[in-house]
């Protein structure tokens, strides 16, 4: 498995399998996707696409920071779940923040996922809140 940076439309699929079923095509289009200091990554078995992760400069309302990024759509396709895909992704995030001077990385983080956040050394502020239509979120942040 490599890891990659990819255009932003290169991620729309996988997020629609992965975090917006059912759900139309542009639901899968962030308003951050093209932001000058978005960078979304891939991660390649082979030429297939199994995991993807986005991050782009962002202030997060709760957390002070000096260059802060917000980790957006980090998804690994259901068959490659469970094996190390998501922490590369993770840990290619964090670097890239950490290259880009970030001092904070945040994000919304699920709350079935808040486990994965935590194995990589992310904490929770605040507590549980809904997302509408997506589910119950935890505001989960690393400083990179
Ligand atoms: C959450 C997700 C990105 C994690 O990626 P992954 O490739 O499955 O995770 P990894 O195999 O890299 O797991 C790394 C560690 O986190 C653990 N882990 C993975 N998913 C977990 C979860 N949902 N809850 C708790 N722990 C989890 C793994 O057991 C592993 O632990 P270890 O350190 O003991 O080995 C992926 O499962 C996914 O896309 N899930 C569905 C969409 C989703 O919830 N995305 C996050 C939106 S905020």
Do not use: K
């Not at 975090?19 to 082979?46: K, Q």
């Not at 880009?100 to 808040?114: H, I, P």
């Amino acid at each position: 498995m490599r890891i990659t940076r990819i255009p932003a439309r290169s991620t729309w699929p996988l997020r629609q399998l992965v975090l917006r079923p059912g759900m139309p095509a542009e639901s899968c289009r962030f308003p951050h996707d093209e932001h000058p200091t978005a960078v979304h990554l891939g991660a390649w078995d082979d030429a297939v696409l199994v995991g993807i992760a986005s991050l782009h400069g962002e202030a997060c309302a709760w957390l002070p920071a000096r260059h802060p990024y917000r980790l957006r759509g980090m998804a690994v396709h259901p068959g490659r779940q469970g094996s190390g895909v998501g922490r590369a992704l993770l840990q290619e995030a964090l670097e890239v923040a950490r290259a880009a001077d970030g001092d904070l990385l945040w994000c919304n983080a699920r709350t079935g996922a808040g486990g994965f956040y935590r194995r990589s050394g992310f904490a929770v502020e605040g507590e549980v809140f809904e997302l509408p239509g997506i589910g119950p979120h935890l505001l989960m942040y690393r400083r990179p």
